[in-house]
């Protein structure tokens, strides 16, 4: 009993250092996106200027296409809503093409709504058999399209993404 007490307290202590690390070396990250002004004129200039602070490590993607380019950080939260990563992507001439906002599963319903109160009521689509999202088409300055996992069940991380355009959205999300 002891023996199982003792493996008890190491397993807490070594986790709750972990967790206690990961706070320290990764402090909280706030990124001010702006959902609801982003378009596809964004540079990438002004987007670094206003998400100063936080580290982007940028890679090209096999889906992208010449001279794209995918940006991710850990962030711990994005305009608002509670969040893992944000990755942008930019086009070859350094415009915004498109944004992923990781989210918790847990956060999964409180995202949907915060998306419904600043967006208005979305449409549903399914994309391929198991991909179903929501779907807001922006009209207005920002234009492009915004998408949520629909159900957070299947998807270890659910996820809120724009995109310019419904072409690189479908690009993006195949297979």
Known sequence: MRRFIFV?????????SMHLLRDTLRPPAHAELDLHNINAELSRAELQERLAGIEFNCS?????????????????QVDGLKAKYLALFFSEDDTLSAVNIVTDPEDHDSSIAYLEEHFGKSNF???LDEDKWLVWRRDDKSGGILMAHH?????????VMWFRDAELAERLLAP
């Open 125 to 127: 689509k399914k994309i």
């Open 60 to 76: 090209d993607d096999n889906r992208l296409g010449y001279g794209e380019q995918a940006c991710f950080a850990p962030v711990t």
């Open 151 to 159: 159900d957070d069940s299947d998807n270890r991380a659910p996820a």
């Open 8 to 16: 008890i307290m190491g397993l807490v202590i070594v986790f709750g």
